[in-house]
């Protein structure tokens, strides 16, 4: 019980030193360019790629499953979207990308640590929390609805593709189904969650690397303890910010 | 200068560091030396802030470290410049932009002299023609040369180097000693170098402190380190099997003379 408090109040001392006045400008904006690139135009091919596929395969999953007579045959196209827009391009995109990018973010600061990088930039007067970690989390919050919006678009794209080319289904019954009752509130709700979830990622990540202590095996551990620390902390945010956007 | 007034470190109850006094003077070359584990590397991150002692007083000329606030703290990491064991250079930036990232962080100079202070501490270093190279693509001294010229981009008054000789061979060796040797004359800084290497010792040890398990053991220059009649000193300079030979030859001589 005592070391998740003691991590815990590390944290937030760490993020009290993050969001401290940058010492020039300059150099975090260009910072925060290169995190935009690094961490979000760089994710962009991974999550068009598993968006594609899992909307095609929510789609006949859906269609193979909830068949019948008594069903409208625009269900399959609303269940697809509603999966989409509510859960699967907020929370189980931001579950992939806290892979992917947790695990770079504490590995890179990890390293940067055991090699004295950031032992460097503190003797130079620089605030190495600071300058490292608040453009990442800036950078990951600036792109993530833009992920966000290119996984949905992948995941339509994915289920239009199983009425295309497998002929699963009526492309004009499933775009009814998309467009039937579409409330514009869901796009802002898997907009406002990406963002908490782009925080948590880029924070708890950023935290495991720069309190990484050793050699490359506390890194790769520091790399794991990220992945895991953010999932967890990503789903257990999930139901909260569920229920209180849509309850 | 630096003066060190009663240092002492611990940690989790065992002491790192005890009682440790010393003045480092400045336009010289001074060499915290001693075994492995003995504690120079705590007592070099105390001194640079990165480690803060139980007790005594750092004083950066005259003023104590240990009672600065943050501000003050980062005023005076600004007249600092360290060169670490493994040069911790920046992997994503190139070779002049390594040694521009402390003029582009505090300097307000254009970004025409900010290159060309650059290019003329890369100069110094003889690392001109890498400057567009990225630490990944030159060799470990080569890289201990680039942390030199980032060390020196904002005129330090007060150099740090942690054993800057590790991992290098003989000859390159040499070549560090030598430029961090001119270069404190040059900018008449205040330079402490952590170092076991007896070759730094015997060649730029102008002021030498010897460690022995976290205390003072001795203190003196090069040319006392070769008579000096302290046991433990002895052992720990004396332990190749070379430098026991050329003593014997230097007594042996001072014996027939």
Redesign the interface.
Known sequence: MIKPVTNLGKYLMLMGRVFSRPERFRMYFKQYLNEMVQLGINSIGIVLLISFFIGAVICIQIKLNIESPWMPRFVVGYTTREILLLEFSSSIMCLILAGKVGSNIASEIGTMRVTQQIDALEIMGVNSASYLILPKILGLMTMIPFLVIFSIFAGVIGAFCTAWFAGIMNATDLEYGLQYCFVEWYIWCSFIKSLFFAFIIASVSAYFGYTVEGGSIAVGKASTDSVVSSSVLILFSDLILTQLLMG | MIQLNSICKSFEGRTVLEDINFLFDNGKTNLIIGQSGSGKTVLMKCI?G?LTPECGEILYDGRNLLDMGKRE??????E???I???A????SLSVLENVM??L???SNDTYRDRVKRAQFCLDRVNLIDAQSKYPGEISGGMQKRVAIARAIALQPKYL?CDEPNSGLDPKTSLVIDDLIHDITKEYNMTTIINTHDMNSVMGIGESILYIYQGHKEWEGTKDEVFNATNERLNNFIFASDLLQKVKKEENSKARKV
């Open positions: 640079v990165l703290k980062k005023a005076l990491r600004r600092m410049g360290m670490f064991q493994s911790a250079l920046f992997d990232f402390p582009d962080m505090f740090f």
